[in-house]
Structure formats: C-alpha cells, structure tokens
C-alpha cells in the first residue's frame, strides 16, 4: 500500500507539538500532527501555576534578566543541566512570552496593566508570568486559535490534523528518519507515513507511577516509540515529585499556592520544614525536590496525618486560610474547585491533606540544543525531550518554557532540514522508501494481530498495577542498590508477563484495550531505563536521593546518563555535561 505523504511530521498535539507545528506552517513547510487524543485533551492543559521569563515587571524583580534565571536554572539542575541550552532557553524566554501575548494569551496583569508574575519555581522573587491558576489551559488554547487562524486564513489544508491516531513506530532507514507508523483508533486501521522530517513532542512517562499528577494518556510510550528504534533516553533516573498532591487523587496543588504564602504544616499544627536544614531558609518556597523529602521525612518521623481511604497511606497539610478568600478566589480559583470537587474540602475555610507524588519526567529522548536527535530528520522537544535543561531537577514554571521555547526551535530546524531534502541540499535517501514502509507497515499488522489473537493468561490491569507499585515502592523518592536491583528483577519477570496477555475485547474499531496493550510495552521499557540509571548513579543529586550514596559525586557522576534499547535488557552508557560560566558549587540553602 502507498503510504500518505507530508513534508513533515509533528507527534503530540500538546504545547511542544503545537508550537513546532505554528513554526513549520509559518515557514510554509506542510505539515501533519499526529495525535492520539485531540489536542486540547493533551497533559499541558493541566499545567496551573505559571510559566518563567524575566520580564522584571513586578517591583521585587525590577533587576532581573536572562543570565539570574539562567544561573536559577543550572543552580536547581544540581549543575546537570548543559549549560549552553539552559541560556538559549533563558535568552529567548521573554521573546516568547511576548509573542504569545500578542497572541492574546489571557496571562494575569497588575496594576500597572503589564503581565502580573508570581514567586514560584526557586527563583526567591516574582519571575512566573500566569493565568490564574489555569496557565496551561491559557496557553493551550492561545496556540490552538493559531492553528485554526492559519488554516482558516490561509485557505489552505497544508496543516493536517490527525486526531486519535496512535504512532506505533518510527522507520529509519541509513540513520534516517523517513516515515513512521500510525493506527486509526476509530477504525482500527494503521497506516505508513512518508516524510521528510518528524518531530516527537509525545509529552512525559509520569503514569508509570501509580500517585502521579500526569494524566493517564502519559504513559511513556512517546519516548519508547523512538527508544525502540535505537535513540537513546537520556537521564531517565531523574524523577521530580511534587509536594503538594491532593491525598487520594493525587492531582496537582499547584505551587503557586506556596508561592502565594501557604503554609505546610504537620499533625501538630507546626511549619515543619523549619526543622530541615535544606529547607530552613526557603521554607515553602524551597526547591521541589528538598520538600518532597522533607514531608517524607516528616512522615516518616510521625508528624503525617492518617490516610483515611488508605491506611498505607500518610499525609500533610497545606494551609491557605491566612490568605483570604479574596485571594484565594481570584489567583487560586480552579485549586478550590478541585480540592471542593475531589475531597470534599473549601480551602478558604480548612487545610488542604497532601502527600508528594510524581510529577515530571526529567529525562527523554537525547537530543541536542537544536533539538536534533542521533537520527537525522528527527528532533524532539517538550517534556518527552531531554535537551537537557532540566538537569537533575526542573524548576516550576521551566517546563512551559520549555515546550515554547524548544518547540519553536524544533520546528525551526526541521523546516530547515526537510526543505532541504525537498530542493535537494540534504544527500538523496534510499529510493526504495515506499517498500521499507510497507515492510514496516506489515510487521506491526502482524503486531496487532498476534495481541488480538493472544490466549495468553495474563491481563493488562494487573502488570500495570504491580508496575505502579513497585516504582512507588522501589524507585521512589528515596532509593538504594537492594531495592533497585529487586526492582530490576521485577521488571523483567513483568516484561516476561507481558508476552501472554490477552484481550476479551477483540474488534478493531475504538479498541482502547489494544492501545493500554500497546502502550502497557513502553511503560514497561520507560520504567527499565528509569530503574537502571538510578541504579548504575551511584550518587545523590537533585531528585534522586540514593540513601546509599548520599552525596553528590561531581568526579564520577557530573555526566549525562544514555540508556539504548535492547530485547536482552536496557544498556547504559554517558556523555559529557556541557559547562559554561557557572562553575559547579556545592547545593546552597
Ligand atoms: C498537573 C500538571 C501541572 C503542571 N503545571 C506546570 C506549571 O505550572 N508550569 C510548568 O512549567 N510546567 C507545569 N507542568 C508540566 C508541563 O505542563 C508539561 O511538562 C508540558 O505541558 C508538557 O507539554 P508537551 O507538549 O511536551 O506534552 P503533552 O502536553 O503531554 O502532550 C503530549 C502529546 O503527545 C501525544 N502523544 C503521546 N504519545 C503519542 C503517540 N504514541 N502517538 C500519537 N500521539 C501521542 C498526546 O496525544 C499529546 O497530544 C505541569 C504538569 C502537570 C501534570
């Protein structure tokens, strides 16, 4: 069969993907996006607190610019993050702000009329520019007009939207991306795709955890999709846990409650991370990572408070009474909405019961500044990316920026590299494209059918459950050799397991239990490579805290940790950090 032809390819309809796509379309490359929710269901709609630039418009951040968020961001990275990506991102951040301003992004405003910003993200003073606390609903859909504006305007169909398509695979042929795999979720067809250039923006792997603030679409697969086909993840062992997650659900009680003057308190009423050292000075606004350990330890210690829907589980609270309703009502309107709609509770009148829970894949597909992975053709930006700007810890309000700034660039490079491939400045590929597709296509048909036609025994709910637990259990906030050797062990056994399920459900139009079969295969190579660097580090540095190793070892482990797919198991190897003009320090507090 022929495969369906685009110029480019972007996967993932979240902000990475969206923006990418903005810029290939206004570089007049056509493109398609693929996405296997439609785009305004993707994860970024989430995002509340805010996103980073130094605009300086409020009075406690009159002497801000690029090189202090800059160096805030390499500080947070533990002194992992490359150091020449981290600038980029900081120098071009109010560029873009601006623009989607201009885009009429409805960010909050003060009294002077210019953009409101707001202390979060370890910078000490206002730097996060926000829409209330719906920031990413506001971004979201600003990018979304856009794309609807330039179809419309331009009268023209050279943007493609694929909604609800599942890409399964991608096909490389001589070190070259030329096409991928995708399934019709309504049909159940799939289909090959020609192109010259695509751009992964498949969003983060957060529900290989049970307690996770990501939605149930973030399941890992995006990263496995190109892991499979040789391209290294980077730093996957780097996990951020929020503090500050609803007891119960879990969802996100964004920082920007902190930011506004919370307080966390224990069963005794007490402003517990004075306690810490690392936490002492900061209090609540202290870094993600020291006060998800701090209310670990709090609970640990008997100072939690008792789970009543799970015994197991313990919790703290985070008070916004002092604050007000005014204020509560017009920066943290949608947290009261969640904490009255899921637990029951109104924040203006009684503390908010939290626990830490996974929030933020650190690592992702390796890929350099320009976004450009080891495959030529093939970029990724977003939070399936690992540029890496976050290094061993991302600071709030840097993963919008992120998206923005680095799905920009993605598509600016990748308009690049295929209109080169279009006029012929980039050396001609194989000419038998079309038969390398189809051959690929045929194999995962053959995939599909072995899944549908299984009588194995095993189902997809158990080995997702008992992978949720044991990367809660094992692989969690604090971490040592045993339990990640054991986690290493139960890995395999699941991955073992995984080959005899079957399906009671066996159609192909909207089979959402083939997709959890296919996407359950990337959560569980996700979680593999995850375990095996947090093993192989044998160091403690911003999220991962190995209570076997509890200093960080700049001499043997200041490295980027690459982890390559193979059927024996996850290989490791690094490469080099790149510095630049901050010197790595000791952690301040
Ligand atoms: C609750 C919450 C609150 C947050 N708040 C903030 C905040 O205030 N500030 C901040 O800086 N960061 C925040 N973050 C982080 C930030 O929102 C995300 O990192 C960011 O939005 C990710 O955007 P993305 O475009 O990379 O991916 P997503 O928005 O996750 O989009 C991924 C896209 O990929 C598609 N996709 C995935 N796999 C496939 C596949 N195999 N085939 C086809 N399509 C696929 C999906 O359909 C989706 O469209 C928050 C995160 C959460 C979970």
């Keep these: 069969m022929k495969p369906i032809y685009h110029d480019t390819i972007v996967v993932g309809g979240g902000l990475a993907g969206l923006r990418a796509a ?25 995002a509340q607190g805010g996103i980073n630039a130094a605009l300086g418009n409020h009075p406690r951040s009159y002497y801000d610019n690029w090189e202090k968020h800059a160096f805030d961001t390499i500080k947070g990275s533990d002194y992992l993050a490359d150091q020449d990506a981290v600038i980029r991102m900081t120098k071009e951040a109010v560029k873009r702000i601006v623009e989607l301003e201009h885009w009429g992004c409805p960010f909050d405003r003060n009294d002077e009329g210019k953009i409101a910003q707001r202390p979060f993200g370890g910078a000490g003073f206002p730097r996060t520019c926000y829409s209330t606390d719906k920031t990413g609903h506001a971004l979201l859909h600003t990018l979304y007009e856009q794309i609807v504006k330039f179809r419309q305007v331009a009268e023209r169909q050279e943007l493609t939207l694929y909604n609800e398509w599942l890409v399964t695979r991608i096909v490389v042929e001589n070190g070259r991306c030329i096409g991928l795999i995708g399934l019709d979720i309504k049909n159940g067809n799939l289909s090959a795709f020609k192109t010259n250039a695509v751009i992964f923006a498949t ?45 119960g659900k879990n969802i996100l009680i964004t920082e920007g409650c ?41 609970i640990m210690e008997g100072g939690g408070l008792k789970d009543p829907t799970d015994f197991a589980s313990r919790y703290v ?36 019961p939290v626990q830490p829970g996974q929030h933020y894949t650190m690592g992702g597909i390796d890929c350099n500044k320009d976004c450009e992975t080891q495959i030529k053709g093939l970029y990724a930006a977003g939070e399936a990316a690992c540029v890496s700007v976050h290094g ?37 590929r194989c000419n038998n494209k079309d038969r390398i597709l189809d051959d690929a296509l045929k194999c995962e048909n053959r995939k599909i059918e072995s899944i549908l036609n299984s009588n194995g025994k095993e189902n997809t709910s158990n080995i997702k459950e008992e992978l949720n637990k044991l990367m809660e259990g094992k692989v969690g906030i604090f971490r040592n050799a045993e339990a990640l050797k054991s986690a290493l062990n139960k890995i395999k056994q699941l991955q073992e397991r995984y080959k005899n399920i079957s399906l009671n459900y066996k ?22 490579a995850i375990i095996a660097g947090a093993l192989a580090r044998e160091e403690s540095r911003g999220s991962q805290f190995r209570t076997d190793f509890t200093e960080r070892n700049d001499e043997d482990f200041l490295k980027h940790t690459l982890a390559y797919y193979s059927d024996e198991g996850v290989k490791l190897d690094y490469k080099e950090v790149v510095l630049g003009p901050f010197e790595p320090k000791a952690r301040e507090y």
């Design 317 to 352: 609270l985070l008070d916004l009474r002092h604050l007000g309703e005014d204020r509560i009502m017009s920066r943290l309107s949608g947290i009261r909405e969640i904490c009255m709609k899921f637990a029951g509770i109104d924040p203006v009148y009684e503390p908010i």
């Design 22 to 46: 903005l810029e290939l379309d206004r570089r007049n490359v056509k493109v398609a996006l693929i996405s296997k929710v439609y785009p305004l269901r993707s994860h970024s709609v989430a």
């Design 507 to 528: 159609k192909c139009k909207i089979n959402l239990s083939l997709m959890w079969v296919l996407e359950l295969k990337g959560s569980l190579d996700v979680a593999e």
């Design 258 to 298: 902190r930011g506004e003057g919370g307080y966390l308190i224990n069963n005794k009423g007490e402003r517990f991370l004075e306690k810490y050292k690392d936490s002492k000075k900061a209090m609540e606004v202290a870094q993600r990572d020291i006060i998800s350990r701090n209310i670990t330890k709090e």
């Design 203 to 247: 969003g983060g792997s957060g529900r290989v955890y049970g307690k996770t603030t990501n939605a149930l679409i973030n399941t890992g697969m995006g990263m496995a999709v190109p892991y499979w086909a040789d391209v290294p993840l980077k730093e996957m062992e780097f996990i951020q846990f929020h503090p500050t997650t609803l007891v």
């Design 392 to 428: 061993a810890n991302r600071l709030g309000g840097n993963s919008l920026l992120d998206t923005i700034v680095f799905g920009t660039i993605a598509g600016e490079n990748a308009a690049n590299y295929a209109q080169g491939a279009i006029y012929g400045s980039v050396p001609p």
